[in-house]
């Protein structure tokens, strides 16, 4: 579409669609009726084709989040297509694919955002926490913060790459680890699994760490060299054996099993954690000290940057492994994500 086409065709209009809505701390998903029209010359109007579920969803049922404010649509794992756009908008046009992830705003004011790091802004705008997210038919957005989806992704593939996908890619290759340097992926998780493909992938001698022998085939299959079963009393010294791991990311959600594992990080290694616990690390600083090791955290990432994980996992063959619910049992599908009993990811899908 050329831009004089793209500017012409731009007439706001308004469309109703079904969304899944808290309407307060604790309190239940509600399906109502929501208008969507474009009030901003930069925004772009999503028709939702999936939303991933991610485990921070959570934050729109309890209300523990500073800034929320209700009612909220939860979701921030969005893709779908563009159904229209503002009159100021130039990279997107009807049609394309695009994806919305954890970044969905900032205050370009802040010294974060005059660095240029966005997704750290004091004011970071979050779908499903400070703006409404995806458990929707529509949404709008931005168009700074919308990725362009690859054609040789699903939708429901690439909704989970757009957090637990960006986060682990992220992580990693900001880590410094070099290709062939040892990497090893605590937990084989939602963010665990896309993990070991991404380190993988990468270059690097990749080490599955998780409970129990059963999954070292699995761990295989994910493209990890060698598999570490945590519940033996020698997982670390295992790790140890084969000179330790010049990264360590962690991606399980218990501060208490992540600890150990500071033991097993090589000369000047470090832990990059991006399983989020409330409670806090026990780590001796002789431990620290005198292997000059480091333990460190990782944030999602912008726009761009989940291009790169989306463009990455596409050229590579990486993929989410999910299960997919449609909108109208997006409760239950929330649920199954909190349960424990999807192994990895759920979509819901409108």
Request: charged content about 20%; aromatic content about 6%.
């Amino acid at each position: 579409m050329t831009q004089a086409s793209k500017t012409a065709s731009v007439e706001q209009s308004t469309k109703a669609g079904r969304a899944a809505v808290v309407e307060k701390p604790g309190g239940p998903l509600q399906f109502t009726s929501r208008d969507y029209r474009i009030t901003n010359s930069r925004d772009v109007r999503i028709k939702i084709k999936a939303c991933g579920i991610c485990h921070s969803d959570s934050f729109a049922f309890t209300g523990h989040f500073p800034g929320l404010k209700y009612p909220i649509i939860p979701g921030h794992e969005i893709v779908g297509t563009v159904d229209e756009v503002g009159s100021e908008v130039r990279r997107l046009s009807v049609g394309d694919r695009v994806g919305v992830g954890w970044h969905a705003g900032h205050c370009h004011e802040c010294g974060a955002c005059r660095s240029g790091d966005f997704i750290a802004c004091d004011k970071l705008q979050t779908p499903g926490i400070t703006r409404d997210g995806g458990y929707a038919e529509y949404g709008i957005f931005p168009e700074e913060v919308c990725a362009i989806v690859p054609e040789k992704l699903e939708f429901s593939e690439a909704a989970p790459l757009l957090c637990a996908g960006i986060t682990t890619y992220n992580a990693l290759r900001h880590a410094g680890a070099l290709p062939g340097d040892t990497v090893a992926v605590l937990g084989l998780g939602g963010l665990g699994h896309l993990g070991v493909q991404f380190a993988a992938k990468m270059g690097y001698r990749t080490v599955a760490i998780a409970r129990g022998s059963d999954k070292a085939e699995f761990a295989g299959q994910l493209g990890a060299h060698v598999y570490i079963d945590s519940q033996k009393s020698t997982a670390v010294d295992e790790l140890n054996k084969i000179g330790g791991a010049k990264v360590l990311l962690s991606t399980i959600t218990s501060a208490d099993a992540m600890t150990p594992w500071v033991e097993a990080l090589s000369l000047n290694g470090k832990m990059v954690v991006v399983g989020a616990d409330v409670q806090p690390l026990r780590i001796s600083p002789i431990a620290l000290i005198s292997r000059r090791r480091t333990v460190t955290g990782w944030p999602s990432g912008t726009a761009k940057d989940s291009e790169d994980c989306l463009n990455f996992a596409a050229r590579h063959g990486i993929r989410a492994m999910v299960e997919t619910y449609p909108l109208a049992k997006a409760e239950d599908a929330y649920n199954r994500m909190m349960s424990g009993k999807a192994r990895f990811r759920v979509v819901v899908e409108p």
